[in-house]
């Protein structure tokens, strides 16, 4: 199993942008689809977006598709997310997930590898 570690979260303001990262050891990080979920206080956790192992397609939530962006570096075994235009709405706890396989999915019962968490606070 690889092993997860977010960073880049923080406080900022509506309309601000944030980079998040996430940091794999252990396992082969190129065998694992990558996402990036959100849990808001009060609800439950969800799918905000996904990169197949080539790094070449990726999958977006609705609510995020446009704003933002994910990206990974297989040599360097980084996944990151790019939030652009933050909206009090993207407020939450944002973590990283890893999937061994190469099928995408959605689902977070899909994904075996998870981080710790790294909380975005967005202030209107």
């Known amino acids: 199993q690889v092993q997860l570690v977010e960073s880049g979260g923080g406080l900022v303001q509506a309309g601000d942008s944030l980079r998040l990262s996430c940091a794999a050891s252990?396992?082969?990080?190129?065998?694992?689809?990558m996402g990036w979920f959100r849990q808001a206080p009060g609800k439950e956790r969800e799918f905000v977006a996904l990169?197949?192992?080539?790094?070449?397609?990726?999958y977006y939530a609705d609510s995020v598709k446009g704003r933002f962006t994910i990206s990974r570096d297989n040599a360097k075994k980084t996944v990151a997310l790019q939030m652009n235009n933050l909206k009090p709405e993207d407020t939450a706890v944002y973590y990283c997930?890893?999937?061994?396989?190469?099928?995408?999915?959605?689902?977070?019962?899909?994904?075996?590898?998870w981080g710790q968490g790294t909380q975005v606070t967005v202030s209107s």
């Open positions: 252990g396992g082969s990080f190129s065998n694992y689809i």
């Open positions: 990169i197949v192992r080539s790094g070449i397609g990726a």
């Open positions: 997930a890893a999937k061994n396989s190469f099928i995408p999915s959605t689902q977070l019962r899909d994904f075996g590898s």
